[in-house]
């Protein structure tokens, strides 16, 4: 059990590609969940992908029930949420996208403080393992297809920010740069 460091963005490691697991039931994939659940619920998010800890592997969890002003109950002692509804998403594939869209106003704990909208497909059929290494599949809608998405194009080096205009990314990254990375 441990804290992570998180990558902040612009990173080379934020940027590659992912590495499917060989084995979601092992003991290095459970240690491995249950340093980032300690990295997420920290920060705290409601949403981390390995490799912004690091780690160049298919894995990420979401708490999305941490949304909606859950925050103001937190125990800034301990900062841990009243309940926690953790998923784990290890080889996650999408099977299939909706042609409908929707809005969301996105963020990142690699990119703090930087809150964009972007748009995605509103719903998604999803293809994934547990850390059991039981096979699932199911469709997902509104915030957590959003949060899916987000957290699944960290595993392809891909960030919120790639969904905005280049001028914009330039700022972002002096912004970041500047603060974070003296
Ligand atoms: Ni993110």
Redesign the pocket.
Known sequence: MAIREILIYPDDLLAQVAMPVADPASDEIKALVQDMADTMYNAPGV?L?AP?IGVSLRVAITDTDWRSGRYDEIDEDKKVAPERNLKVWINPEFLWHSDALQTFEEG???VPEIYEDIERPAAVRLRWYDLQGVQHEKDFEDFLAVALQ??FD?LDGK??VDYLSPLKRKMIRKKLVKFYKK
């Open positions: 949403g992908a912004q990142c704990l690699s987000h957290e960290h960030l919120f």
